[in-house]
């Protein structure tokens, strides 16, 4: 055996900074590795041993994650390395992209099961078990079920807004860019919507996190219709209004449009995109008399379509849990 690159418990013990009762405590549970023992007292630690004190010390520093949660999350590391734990030499922080991945499970994860179930009826293990993670790896990417929330409620905004941004990015008249929001609105906003409304829900608490959240919320998707109607007035391209309140009015009107799809079948999504399309156009434009009222292409379903099939998005539109 080539003892050149091992070391005793008393260097462990001085390179690691962890006292070495805590070391054989890790051994007994399993959490580091077994030492190459030379005889019944005579027991060597390799770079190994010392790699994963080090991640435990910085997992136990920076997210203060319970020393029985330890062994399941270096088994999970163990399973994406796909080697022995003995092998593994980890590194002394998880990457950037293993971080990120890692979150974007849970929030997926998480994002599912609050529009399944509800904000209050999800658990922290549901959402580990969903995201095929052990409970306690939950953990060392958020303290709490709600700060997980904040973060799922921020990452349905970002997605909806994205895809806003791609969808009007070729079309220059300000009103059909509108209804193209529109659009986006009713085949997204709305999967969402449970989340949204658990958030509304908890306005009615003592903390005010989801007050100033919801705020924030409305902000930014009025912002860029804001802007968007100052320079649409400015260039005369449709008449003088007040922009602040025709972007909340906007969003008011998709979710109250989607709402009335979810009580029957009456009306198609194309009927309720041109009843929106032509109030907009009536509405706003300067000469709504030279105004055809046609859907934009890219707003368009089959004719087909009927209010059966755009419902299942609108379905929970105006729920809220009761806990």
């Known amino acids: ?10 260097e462990l013990e ?3 900074g962890i ?3 805590t070391i054989h405590f890790y051994l007994r549970e399993g959490i ?33 994650i319970p020393t029985a949660f330890l062994k399941n999350h270096l088994e999970e590391i163990k399973s994406e390395e796909k080697t022995k734990l003995e092998k593994i030499s980890l590194p002394s922080e998880p990457t950037l992209s293993f971080k990120q991945k890692r979150k974007q499970e849970i929030i ?7 529009a399944q179930k509800g904000f209050h009826h999800t658990t922290i293990q549901d959402i580990a078990q969903s995201a095929d993670l052990a409970t306690g790896t939950f953990y060392i990417y958020y303290s709490n079920k709600r700060e997980l929330f904040v973060e799922v409620v921020d990452e349905v905004i ?3 807004i994205g895809e806003i941004a791609v969808v009007i990015k070729k079309e220059k008249d300000p009103i059909k860019r509108t209804a193209l929001r529109a659009r986006v609105f009713f085949e997204n ?15 009615t608490g003592e903390d005010s996190w989801a007050k100033e959240k919801v705020k ?52 198609s999504f194309d009927q309720v995109m041109l009843f929106m399309l032509d109030m907009l156009m009536k509405g706003l434009s300067p000469n709504p008399d030279n105004y055809k009222t046609n859907l934009p292409p890219s707003t368009r379903v089959s004719q087909n379509a009927s209010a059966s099939n755009v419902p299942k998005k609108c379905q929970n539109f105006g729920k809220t849990e009761q806990s």
Not at 1 to 10: F, V
């Open 1 to 10: 055996m080539n003892k050149k690159n091992l070391m005793r418990i008393g």
């Open 32 to 64: 580091l590795p077994p030492p190459v023992k030379t005889g019944q007292t005579m027991a060597y630690y390799s770079q190994n041993h010392l790699n994963l004190l080090k991640e435990i010390k910085k997992l136990k520093k920076d997210f203060r």
């Open 189 to 203: 906003y709305q999967r969402y919507t449970e989340i949204l409304n658990q958030l509304r829900a908890e306005i």
């Open 19 to 21: 006292p070495r009762y």
């Open 216 to 267: 924030k919320i409305y902000w930014e998707l009025t912002k860029p219709l804001i802007r968007e109607a100052q320079q649409a007035i400015q260039e005369n391209a449709i008449r003088k209004v007040d922009p602040d309140l025709l972007a909340f009015a906007l969003i008011g009107m998709v979710e109250i449009l989607c709402l009335r799809m979810s009580l029957d079948k009456k009306y």
């Open 108 to 114: 997926n994860s998480a994002i599912q099961l609050f």
């Open 14 to 16: 001085k390179l690691s």
């Open 158 to 160: 970002r997605s909806i």
